[in-house]
């Protein structure tokens, strides 16, 4: 298992993503566990993107229910197709929001949370979980967000689910 993570400040958004999530593969690789690999996973893209919140939801029956996440004290439980991450779970997508305040029916868990991407985990057309991952910057996530976050998101489906 590796302890210590390696991602250059001074890279690109896409350059510390193609550098971080290698890195994730192998701090995971050998345990069998969901909730100690969302932690560490969490904990390395909190580190390694310099995130303001990220972490899981855990779909457990109507209700998202907090898992594993690094940040602010968060909300515990999201209704079906409530908020950002209860929309992008109902919706089986991934949703950015340039600025959470003109999200209808957004779910403010942190007033400091100004932006927001929630990227679902899909296995055999089932959503298990989504990622979520909020900025205290406006408009802070976009297409390279989406595209390393979605692999990730298949990865985790296809590997640890």
Known sequence: ????????????KAEKYAV??????????GEPDLIANLANIAAALKQGMDFFW?????????ELVLGP???????????FGKGV???????????IVPDVEQFPGHI???????????????KNQEVLMVLDVDSTQLN??????????????RWIADKLC
Do not use: H
């Open 1 to 12: 298992m590796a302890e210590t993570l390696f991602v250059d400040t001074a890279l690109s």
């Open 20 to 29: 971080l999530l290698p890195q994730i593969k192998t701090l995971t690789e």
């Open 54 to 62: 990220v972490g899981f939801y855990l779909v457990k029956g109507k």
């Open 69 to 79: 996440f690094q940040g602010t004290i968060a909300c515990t439980r999201i209704p």
């Open 85 to 95: 991450c209860g929309y992008a779970w109902q919706q089986a997508k991934t949703v």
């Open 108 to 122: 403010a868990c942190s007033s400091l949370s100004r932006s927001e991407i929630v990227v679902p985990v899909i």
């Open 140 to 153: 802070d996530y976009d297409e390279t967000d989406r595209f390393y976050l979605e692999n990730l998101a």
